[in-house]
């Protein structure tokens, strides 16, 4: 009966999009919710869809997945692997994966609609499905904040969400308190000034001025936060120049940045910026360097309540062994805008989607960090099952424990 | 009386076109010789144009230009400025400009061309005009020579050639002996492994990689090279990864080598390639870097007994102080192959553009590097006007040297 | 009655001695023995003491402190603030202070013996006081037990020791299971070739190498190690030259590496030596560094079980705030050899030394980590009181766990 | 007859002294001219010897010699090494090596002295030898004309001097104009925060401060200085901590700086301490660098017409071939400061001491870098002969241009 999930997965992962383009995924969303007959909008916060079941009294369950992808050239060699393309924000080219599993989350909540919707005899309340778009920029949540999703739709008395992660098909993690790290995308462009390759001494290298702050960035981590805490400074982009024989006038990076608090966030921000300007000044700089906030993320707290009643209903349903803590992650999500801007408790955790047996052997070999892809890795490859069956699961247990 | 040099200066400066695409520029040049009633071919060595005027017996003096233009985006507010845009090897859209005077270039050859065709009555001889493509690439007179140049014309018993500098306008610079260094353009492809940006530890980082060999790459000039000795290595490019939170799994570097001669060639080149190589093993990296040799250049070495009779001219006819030995060059150029390959000598001068009151006052300051924009820069704006008619004169005096 | 603690301590903090040479400490430490007619043995692993205090049957309890001082210049501004000079290993002269609190646990020691001596009608069993040369070397201990102290004296059931630490004073921080870090001190040889300074070509220049080793070494924690994980990579000195215009042959490293466990010591000491290697190469050494570790400290593990007691004990008797849980140290100590050798359970705990109106202010200001003077600072020193008490309190607290 | 100028050298390479501790080496020098009857008086400058020998009306001719030696372990394996120590001007314990050939000067200008005195029929004017201390320091001429030197005896109306260089034995080097690199000695200490080696957060690290400033500081040859120009900047030591475990509070570089001119000069030290200053502050640190010029050393320029007059005279003597042009020498000398402050000329000179063999074989095989120690080499070894022959004829035949 009812929806392919396994068909309606590697369509979405044939077919990936960038953040704000969701309008093929978003298709592919309301078409099933109109077969499954549950009403629904569009369009909310840019190609957002919320999906609203109403079955009588009781709390409001808000089920949130997102649906966008990477610019990441996909390296699976799956036979459904994607070879889409798409236009980036600067207007650049490029190719796209759904290399973080969004993919496998909206099709986890279609599946996990289908069996609520089929199930009203048994439970009573509303469940609010929230397809949210562009968390990778972290910027979609805000966006369908800002377009009125929780006055629009009924507030939510819990809000729930999961991601899939490196953990074995079938597992569960998650833990209460600090799930994941505050988050900062930052932009920083470097001004120096340009000439030929041949006459250095005539320009300011910008080049060597990113080199030298890259490295410099290291120490933030490396000597400036107490070893205890957890804090990355990653800079995933750099980018300067276009020949040879050009030393170009700019150089642009763009920063990552994770704490699992506000008050380490000033910390390392500061520092940043420090360091940024400081070895601007080292090269002789004319022009300070340009540094902007492309998207803050907040740290994901889980309420400890919600959470221990979520973590209690899997263990019961999956199996003790089955769900474990996982420990703070250094990613971020912008999954807890809705809690925070609402009041609602948040609960929000992990499944698995590799090969348990593929698991086993690398953590025999001590390799699960290098045999095992990663979220954003071009490799990154659930296995369809029983990814797609625990992630349906997940959604209706933990549910099922608000409406009954 | 025939061309307006000026005009036709202004309109090649507002379409600048990239190496090998200079279709449009070679389409000025060819309606020039037509209204000129000069011959020539076209499609030499792919966009190359070249222009015989057989004027009885005596030498064959060899007139070269190149043609090509840059991907600099103008900044020198003219009202003649390029706004054109352009797409480079890889595809990407970029800005073009004629940041290196090959536009002055094209038109003093134009006008020479005009002052010796109609002066047949005082000389003998044969001139040869070679309108050269992608010098910028370092590759246009290999793809001439490769199509044929020296056999399919008459070989030259000299080869003359001039390029725009930051000289005052009306000055002339040229030297005997290596007046300009040998050069190597390579790229350099850092293998890592990409990931999450906020799991560094699962990957292994080509940006940090990166920025730790550009450090690196800098001691050989400081370190290892006799500082007496003349060697530059510029990082002109550097292009990695996409996003703030992804780990990319490859860094692009583009290297811009200059040095005096084959043998320090060798030994930068081994240097380069010795860094390349640790840097990439102290990232523990999984597969060692890719370095292609995209172009290699010879030193531009003036032939002495040549140079002698063309400096004796230029000083008889432009004065004295107006013609200086500039000293080596650390640019280089490929016209050096025409005379290379057929044995030949050459003569190559430099010729000024600067407004001669704004040198004087840099020069009075101490600010020449940063006040006179040089070739390359988005600010290279040389005055019309001396600049086309000694251009003109230079090249006419020099073969009139050979042609009587 | 008794002896003047507070005395004793400003004796021995205005005589410090270096790792191995604490003769005039250890001649404190048996006259004030003797004066409680404790019998000991001297010259135990080279200058330690141990002392028995035989009181009947029952457990054998250990009570552990170090012994030795610092290379640090004194800069507290006390009355009695160490102007002492020492020799190092190397021969050098240097500065020297008790700038870690040894000579705090060397009183606090002596003072729980005399208690426990004063009250032998109250308890019965063994106590073994362990006063352990060079600690700050990690050399000590191990120094004792090739002694024989595991054998010529009282086998442990219980092995106890405290350290000082920036808590308040009065307080007492403990946790079960991993306390302090695993350790290497290695020293890093860099071999280049020396010269003159005018010619760095004819060199191989191991200050530039050196100086790129260190920033690299940086990346092992910023990059390579779990974020989660606890890690540091210190290079504690750095050593080269002589002179401005002398190129040196060599350039000499300290590292000082931090782990919570044998594994993850193991994948540092990789990249350690990985990092070492490679840069040695990127600067064409013709000889590869040598590496030798200078001393191991394993990880300092309190057992659980005797933990929970010793903390249960403390919260009774100092309340239930002045007892925290201080989370993982990445400080490393060599008492858990005497634990690890015997097998018995180790408890070891930190005591606050610091005025707890300094520490209350800094704590609000958000200043601890500048403000109050960290062990191995020149500004390190503890208040007199309560810490001289809290010291003597909780040795015997503890011991008497055991003894009744 | 005479002196026995090779037991002399040999006698002098036993022994050598660091720079103001010339004593014995002045007492081995007025022994010397005691027994050739030719008055001087010591302790000028401190440890320096004036000698003069007036002979008639004519010319006064300064004969420069230095005398001090290095803090370099000798290891050329030379049954007269030098084993010798000595004390620094920090205190410290070094070696003591005849690195740079001071002791072949001075055995050189004793045996033209000797020659001189022998032959005072055959020529008129006087000799003023002057023997200076310090050269390594760059002190040591200014200490003499701070002690009068240029008054209390006859004023130079030419000066002369020479140095031991890697050429083969036998031949001279000697070039008009600039000869010599003007240089500056710098001390810069870099101002942290200390503490424990496993609290780098509580810390301003200065050994990463140190290791970035040294990066940086290659970026202003390999970048800012014109790459035809000559400049060195080299770090000749680095000096910070004690152990492994602490992290120091300061770390201290020793710079030498060359350069052509003094308006090189002036744009280089400007790149210095911004470079300094702005890697202080990326870390943070809380008080700006201390930078300190040790010594200053103006550039070595050659009289043209004394210069052509005693090249002239070498060719003549020792044949055509026997006498090059060497090119600019980045060493730089304080020799300058006798014909700056008298206005005399200057002649300054090379000499080769390198067996010739040995350097034609390095020279065919490319290796001479390589294989010939040179100046401030642990293996700095000139053979004795024609050395010892050449140097003294070089004296006595330039002397002799003046005097006849």
Do not use: N, W
């Given at each position: 009966m009812g929806i392919d999930l396994e068909a309606l997965y590697i369509d979405l992962h044939r077919h990936p999009e960038l953040s704000f383009q969701e309008t093929r995924t978003a298709g592919v969303v309301t078409r099933a919710l109109s077969e499954m007959g549950i009403p629904f909008e569009e369009?909310?916060?840019?190609?957002g869809v919320v999906a609203v079941i109403r079955n009588g009294d009781g709390p409001v369950v808000w089920l949130r997945t997102d649906m966008d992808a990477l610019p990441v050239e996909e390296?699976?060699?799956?036979?459904?692997a994607s070879t889409a393309r798409g236009v980036d924000p600067s207007g650049a080219a490029v190719p796209v994966m759904h290399a973080c599993g969004h993919d496998m989350h909206v099709t986890a909540l279609l599946g996990a609609l289908e069996r609520l919707a089929a199930s009203r005899a048994e439970w009573s309340g509303t469940v609010v499905a929230v397809f949210q778009p562009a968390e990778e920029f972290g910027a979609g949540a805000r966006a369908m904040i800002a377009d009125g999703v929780l006055e629009r739709f009924p507030a939510p008395d819990v809000v729930l969400g999961q991601h899939l992660t490196?953990?074995?098909?079938g597992m569960i993690g998650v833990r209460p308190g600090t799930q994941m790290s505050a988050s900062d995308g930052l932009t920083v462009t470097l001004h120096g000034r340009g000439g030929?390759?041949?006459?250095?001494?005539?320009t300011i290298d910008p080049i060597t001025m990113a080199a030298a702050t890259i490295m410099r960035l290291q120490?933030?981590?490396?000597?400036?936060?107490?070893?205890?805490d957890v804090a990355v400074v990653t800079v995933g982009s750099v980018h300067a120049g276009l020949k040879h024989n050009i030393i170009p006038a700019e150089a642009t990076l763009q920063l990552s940045l994770r704490y699992p608090d506000d008050a380490a966030r000033d910390r390392v921000l500061e520092k940043v910026e420090r360091v940024v300007r400081a070895e601007a000044a080292a090269s002789g700089a004319e022009q300070p360097p340009t540094i902007v906030t492309d998207h803050t993320l907040p740290p994901t707290i889980n309420d400890l309540a919600a959470t221990d009643r979520v973590t209690t209903a899997f263990r019961r349903e999956?199996?003790?062994?089955?769900?474990?803590?996982?420990?703070?992650?250094?990613g971020s999500e912008d999954v807890s805008w809705f809690a925070r801007d609402s009041g609602a408790p948040l609960v929000f955790w992990f499944w698995g989607g590799v090969d348990p047996e593929l698991f086993a052997r690398a953590t025999a070999a001590g390799t699960v960090d290098r045999d095992v892809p990663t979220n954003h890795?071009?490799?990154?490859a659930p296995v369809l099952h029983p990814t797609i069956e625990r992630g349906v699961e997940a959604l209706v247990v933990s549910a099922r424990e608000w409406l009954g």
């Open positions: 369009g909310v916060g840019r190609t390296r699976t060699g799956l036979d459904y490196p953990l074995p098909a030929h390759g041949s006459r250095p001494h005539a120490t933030i981590v490396s000597r400036e936060v107490d070893p205890r999956f199996g003790e062994h089955a769900v474990i803590d996982p420990g703070m992650f250094t890795s071009p490799f990154f």
